[in-house]
């Protein structure tokens, strides 16, 4: 059973040079400069490849604007569970998403940009499945399809095949007013599991494990075997963390950094300045991972490991583990570092040696871009 | 009156024969027979004793196999009906098997190797009743070491990851020979490399350290050097890739892994636009292999058994597998491996009839043939990549815009950002019109990957009709994008469920396996 939201305001700033389109001000800008909302098209879009597999699916959604347009467009028919207000509010699309779940939805699908993922993920429970068919101005989260009908053929092979494998992807947004002002600082807000199609033929004779939960799961051995006792580890935020926390056998704040010692947790979601303190106390060394997409290492999601934390670790500062897949999705693009402190910045860049598995690791160029030139790489 | 001429079709009508044909089992009768084996002659028996006798306990059967009782008739109907319900090697244009070299093999060679005298031979028959074969296999390694520029080669290994496995495990005991094989621990490869180089490496004890391409798609010397350090046993390299490019530095890149101690591997899998043209001794290698099964003429791994030649500088020349042929005098004879070699990886002298298939082409082609060769081999793909590129959807990442060896590594991202429709749907729908699907990508780089590999057996017009029925697939898949996603639809097996493949709860490779894990399936 599929599920389907829709941000009738999503992506309704982006043509309209508002970058964003949070906020019921710039939503009545965009309006008065022409701008139509393309959630509806772009989900319709996604649904008619559902339908051209299987005309007589019925999709569980929200009604009018919020799904049931969209669905009805497609020519599949809708099983309304839950009524918006009007106008929508980002309220009702967590409310929207907390109903579809709780009537079994097992995957969700919702049109939109980063704040739409937001706002469905805070009424999800974890274990369930979304899936976002890209239509919003800013999608700096690795949870959308790469098209819409790209996510409408997922959706299909999801119904087809009684499900497919799923992974976990960082939900992240930038802060819309800072961006108006050149400014890129996206924060991870949560997780979801995302469905995940490995190519079929790449599961066959390769040098990495077809199933990418799997590959985490063995870089973060591998970053678990490199690490050494007495050696204070802090652990940054994001699902290959909570994975090499697994590994130790520790409990993992989600969002927030951890500092371990010899299998302990000392503070769990540290703050910078306690981060300090554990520093000050003995060798320490920050492990961290890649976000997904867009290949930031340190500046966005884990502000806590500042600059002042970098300097202080000293001349090996960093640990990261990834599995190698994250780094041939940047598709040739570099690492990123932005600490705030442009000296600090320059000497972690170059390369830097990734943990990819027991006995792997990959070496990968690290650049330290302004902060418009990450939101150039970002984009 | 001249005769009508039909217009040649835009595409051929490709149809799979479908013969419901049961398993050979299922089609035995008890009592019936192809053939009465004559009985032993009376002389024979005589000589020979009982040999049944003869055979340890353990091994001599209980009961006689239950093999299928049929006649004659009837086993060959069976086979051939089996071999109507597939693409079949001979029919298909098969380029896009891509990074599995598949090439014309003469028909002709394959008569020259049903001749008793290679086909009744023993491996182990004396070798003075074999001086024709071991001079065969003596003067193949001969023209391989000509052809890399190496001192020696071994045709021992099966090629493929048993020859990659012989490259590392020389190296591995290259080191140790000389006390370093404590302090290097570390091999290094690329992400473009075959997966088999990291994967040898590794299963011969190494961390393995992988590096990402520059940002124009090139191998990285700059990352190279920083990987580098007196704890490297070896660079491990393909070149060219297989998604087409080759390393232009390779010299340097050489260069700086000597500067360290470390040894330098040189993966020629895809050596068929090379040939002739460089060779890996020209940019300092110590050890490199072919594949003699796909460079040089012989069925293709899957269609038949995989030959490897490993060739080496003398440095290296100790630790080569074997046993091997040599030369004395005008004498050819079979020597055990020495004591520092790394020993059998392969049985016997490795697979001579695939040996003498590529001997047979190397002297029926002569040097230049071999250049031309990999020229038309260069050309063919060149050509073929301008024809692939004009399909709106298709593109080729990384190195964009530069010219390719012998093969590309495409990708229909932008058409499946567009519909939705993947590599490899589109790979079995080229089924329907009687092409070759692609299978095969490794390592997992370009995002909906397509690899071709025209090779030089393909003519200009084979290549326009490929490149045509993929402008057709790529046209369907935005136009009837559900006529694409279900593909097949004039085979004799239509989708698939992949997934069981992947899941050992699933999978049955066995008859007997299958039985036991679909009781239902079976009624049993």
């Known amino acids: 059973m599929i599920g389907l939201i829709v941000n009738p305001v999503a992506g309704i700033g982006g043509p309209a040079g508002l970058a964003g389109s949070d906020g019921t001000d710039v939503q009545r800008r965009a309006g008065e400069r022409g701008a139509r909302p393309r959630a509806a098209e772009r989900a319709a879009t996604a649904l008619a ?43 009702d699309t967590t409310a929207a998403a907390r109903a579809l779940a709780d009537v079994g939805v097992e995957l969700l699908l919702f049109a939109g940009g980063d704040g739409t993922a937001r706002d469905v993920a805070a009424g999800l429970p974890p274990t369930a499945v979304a899936l976002g068919i890209p239509a919003g101005v800013k999608m700096y989260s690795p949870v959308f399809a790469i098209g819409p009908s790209a996510a409408g053929a997922l959706a299909a092979a999801w119904l087809d095949e009684r499900g497919l494998p799923t992974v976990e992807r960082e939900v992240l947004d930038v802060d819309e007013a800072q961006l108006r002002r050149a400014r890129v600082e996206p924060r991870l807000y949560a997780t979801v599991r995302v469905p995940y199609r490995a190519g079929r033929t790449q599961a066959r004779k390769a040098a990495t494990p077809a199933d990418e939960r799997a590959a985490v ?17 802090l652990l ?57 997409g867009q290949g930031f290492l340190l500046g966005r999601g884990n502000q806590q490991l500042s600059a002042r934390v970098v300097e202080a670790l000293g001349d090996d500062p960093l640990l990261v583990v990834a599995p190698e897949q994250k780094l041939i999705d940047l598709e040739g693009r570099p690492l990123l570092v932005d600490t705030g402190d442009a000296s600090v910045d320059a000497r972690l860049a170059g390369f830097v040696r990734v943990v990819t598995g027991p006995s792997t690791i990959s070496i990968y160029p690290v650049h330290a871009p302004e902060n418009e030139g990450a939101a150039d790489h970002a984009a | 009156m001249s005769l009508p001429i039909a217009p040649k079709p835009a595409h051929r009508r490709f149809h799979q024969a479908r013969w419901d044909e049961p398993v050979i089992f299922e089609l035995s009768t008890p009592g019936e027979r192809g053939v009465l084996v004559t009985s032993i002659e009376p002389g024979v028996r005589d000589a020979v004793g009982d040999v049944v006798a003869a055979l340890p306990d353990g091994l001599a059967r209980q009961a006689a196999p239950a093999l299928p009782e049929m006649g004659q008739m009837r086993v060959l109907k069976h086979y051939l009906r089996l071999s109507q319900e597939n693409l079949g090697a001979d029919f298909n244009v098969d380029v896009g098997q891509g990074t599995c070299t598949m090439k014309y093999a003469p028909k002709v060679n394959e008569r020259l190797i049903a001749t008793p005298k290679l086909s009744a031979m023993h491996p182990l028959q004396d070798p003075a009743d074999a001086q024709g074969a071991l001079e065969i296999i003596w003067r193949t390694e001969r023209m391989l070491a000509e052809i890399s520029g190496m001192d020696e080669v071994s045709l021992h290994t099966q090629g493929g990851s048993a020859a990659i496995w012989a490259n590392i495990a020389m190296i591995r005991a290259y080191h140790e020979a000389n006390g370093d094989g404590e302090q290097r621990r570390e091999v290094i490869t690329t992400i473009f490399s075959h997966p088999s180089n990291a994967a040898a490496a590794k299963a011969a004890g190494y961390d393995v350290i992988t590096l990402h391409p520059d940002a124009d798609g090139y191998p990285d010397l700059a990352a190279l050097k920083r990987a580098l350090s007196p704890r490297t046993a070896a660079i491990m390299v393909t070149n ?38 460089t060779r890996a001794r020209d940019a300092g290698f110590d050890v490199c ?41 005008d004498r050819y004879e079979v020597r055990e491996a020495g004591p520092q070699s790394i020993g059998a990886i392969g049985p ?21 043939g071999l250049r031309a060769v990999a020229e038309t081999a260069v050309l063919n793909n060149n050509y073929l990549m301008k024809r692939i590129l004009e399909i709106p959807g298709a593109s080729a990442p990384y190195a964009t815009g530069r010219r390719r060896i012998e093969q590309v590594r495409y990708s229909w991202q932008e058409l499946f950002e567009e519909t939705g429709i993947t590599s490899e749907e589109i790979g079995i729908r080229a089924s329907d019109f009687g092409m070759h699907y692609w299978t095969s990508h490794h390592p997992y780089v370009v995002p909906q990957p397509f690899t071709l590999e025209p090779t030089e057996s393909y003519s200009k017009a084979e290549l326009d009709e490929y490149a045509d029925v993929l402008a057709e697939i790529a046209r369907e898949a935005r136009e009837t994008p559900e006529v694409v996603r279900t593909a097949p639809h004039h085979q004799t097996v239509h989708h698939t ?14 008859w007997r396996a299958y039985r036991r894990k679909y009781p239902q399936a079976v009624g049993a």
């Open chain 1, 49 to 91: 490849v559902v339908a051209s597999a299987r005309p007589d699916e019925r999709i569980v959604t929200a009604a009018g604007p919020m799904g049931a347009d969209a669905v009805r467009a497609a020519g599949l028919e809708p099983i309304v569970v839950w009524h918006p207000r009007t106008p929508t509010s980002p309220s």
């Open chain 1, 217 to 233: 799961r063995l870089a973060a051995r591998g970053a678990v075997a490199r690490m050494r006792p007495g050696v204070r580890y």
């Open chain 1, 236 to 292: 940054g935020p994001g699902g290959t963390m909570a994975d090499v926390a697994r590994e130790l056998g520790v409990e993992a704040t989600p969002l927030g950094v951890d500092v371990v010692l010899d299998g302990r947790v000392l503070v769990a979601g540290a703050s910078e300045q306690e981060l300090l303190d554990e520093i000050g106390r003995g060798p320490a060394q920050a492990v961290v991972s890649i976000i997904g």
């Open chain 2, 240 to 277: 060219p890739e297989d998604t087409g490019i080759y390393n232009p530095a390779i010299r340097e890149w050489v260069d700086a892994a000597h500067a360290v101690g470390a040894l330098a591997s040189y993966d020629q899998a895809n050596a068929n636009g090379i040939l002739g043209i």
């Open chain 2, 289 to 329: 292999h072919f594949n003699v099964h796909k460079t040089f003429g012989t069925p293709h791994g899957s269609g038949g058994p995989g030959t490897g030649a490993n060739a080496v500088s003398a440095a290296l020349a100790p630790f080569l597998p074997g046993p091997r042929v040599v030369r004395e005098g």
């Open chain 2, 348 to 368: 016997f002298h490795g697979v001579v009839p695939n040996i003498v298939r590529a001997y047979a082409w190397m002297m029926a082609l002569g040097a230049e």
């Open chain 2, 497 to 510: 469920h992949h997934d069981d493949l992947d899941d050992p709860e699933r999978w049955a490779v066995t």
